[in-house]
């Protein structure tokens, strides 16, 4: 394979950046349809899909962009001074969004998006670095099988048994005990410290399935190799939560499987349509929102409590937007997409500004 960039990994993330600003920013929480907000507990809806996605297109891009240092071998000491400076800033900019816009360090929660993508991308590079493919995928399937174990055998300390509801589970106490600072949920985390082992095997699912994009196998036999994996872990992600439910909240081995096994099923067919049969219509504002990924959200979380506290007529700008909409009939759902919509909108504003200069910010 040529050493040109993926335009269709390009696209898939910047859409997957562009998916997260429409679920995380509706012009009403009130409002949301279910596919555009977090199951409650069990299930799975659209927005569920976004942040193991992205975690799985970090996972790629790792073995597009370490896989010559690998190679070469010799010292990789200034590589791995250079991974963790990434993932400290990374986490330092999710603690800025955290702490704003009031900056007071009493009551501040030390999870979070960002926070989880510099763990993950931390584990996973390092792991990269020092294993082959196979043990790469023995240590995934081992994650997933002792996590399952501890989930569903362990007993929550105080209640004597094992229980698997919000708040309640083995996952929720650790974070109880160890977990500094607020949790997002009161008595737990979806960013926690169990869960987010399991979502390390997210991206080193994304670390394998691009370990094979830079094989030298035909290009045919690749997209066969992507999608057969993506069915085979949907399927067997779907049968695993018959016993261990599908659950973003706490990040189920059966929730990585079905949502890997989608992300590799998406990826094959971005990738034949853009890359093998070189038809990228459509994938440009992907690519666009792509080039500038963390950058566009961080922007997105600045705009939206600007324009939360920006009043027309006494109410935030969302709610005023949504209000007006639902008075010309609108349904309040609707009304509230259409404003994360152009919400969307608005933040590919600069993100496209940043990509005619050619300027791309990387933490």
């Known amino acids: 394979m040529k050493e040109n960039r993926l335009i269709s990994l390009d696209a898939f993330r910047g859409y997957t950046i562009a998916a997260m600003l429409l679920v995380n920013f509706p012009g009403s929480s009130e409002y949301v349809y279910f596919q555009l907000r977090h199951t409650v507990w069990n299930g799975l809806s659209f927005t569920d899909?976004?942040?193991?996605?992205?975690?799985?297109?970090?996972?790629?891009?790792?073995?597009?962009?370490?896989?010559?240092?690998?190679?070469?071998?010799?010292?990789?000491?200034?590589?791995?001074?250079?991974?963790?400076?990434?993932?400290?800033?990374?986490?330092?900019?999710?603690?800025?969004?955290?702490?704003?816009?009031?900056?007071?360090?009493?009551?501040?929660?030390?999870?979070?998006?960002?926070?989880?993508?510099?763990?993950?991308?931390?584990?996973?590079?390092?792991?990269?670095?020092?294993?082959?493919?196979?043990?790469?995928?023995?240590?995934?399937?081992?994650?997933?099988?002792?996590?399952?174990?501890?989930?569903?055998?362990?007993?929550?300390?105080?209640?004597g048994e094992v229980i698997f509801e919000p708040g309640k589970n083995i996952a929720a106490w650790i974070d109880s005990k160890y977990l500094p600072g607020k949790m997002w949920q009161g008595t737990w985390d979806p960013e926690g410290i169990l869960s987010t082992f399991p979502a390390i095997v997210s991206c080193i699912t994304g670390m394998l399935a691009g370990t094979l994009l830079k094989t030298n196998i035909a290009e045919n036999m690749k997209i066969n190799y992507l999608m057969s994996f993506g069915i085979a872990s949907s399927i067997v992600g779907f049968f695993i939560g018959l016993f261990f439910p599908v659950n973003e909240n706490i990040w189920t081995s059966s929730f990585v499987l079905v949502t890997s096994g989608f992300a590799c099923l998406l990826l094959g067919a971005m990738y034949f349509r853009i890359d093998i049969l070189k038809k990228p219509q459509g994938s440009w504002p992907g690519v666009v929102f792509g080039s500038n990924a963390i950058a566009a959200y961080v922007l997105a979380e600045i705009l939206a409590l600007l324009f939360y506290e920006l009043k027309i007529g006494g109410q935030s700008l969302n709610d005023y937007a949504v209000s007006a909409l639902i008075q010309l009939s609108f349904p309040g759902e609707l009304a509230s997409m259409i404003y994360a919509f152009c919400f969307v909108c608005i933040n590919f504003i600069p993100v496209y500004f940043l990509y005619k200069k050619k300027i791309f910010i990387k933490l």
């Open 49 to 159: 899909l976004v942040a193991p996605f992205f975690l799985f297109i970090i996972g790629v891009s790792i073995s597009f962009s370490y896989s010559k240092i690998k190679q070469a071998g010799g010292d990789k000491s200034s590589v791995y001074k250079k991974i963790i400076i990434r993932s400290l800033k990374i986490f330092a900019v999710g603690m800025v969004l955290n702490l704003m816009p009031y900056f007071t360090f009493t009551d501040v929660r030390w999870t979070g998006t960002l926070h989880r993508i510099a763990i993950v991308f931390l584990a996973s590079a390092i792991l990269y670095l020092n294993t082959n493919w196979k043990q790469q995928a023995l240590t995934a399937a081992g994650i997933l099988i002792l996590y399952w174990i501890v989930m569903m055998a362990i007993p929550t300390p105080g209640i």
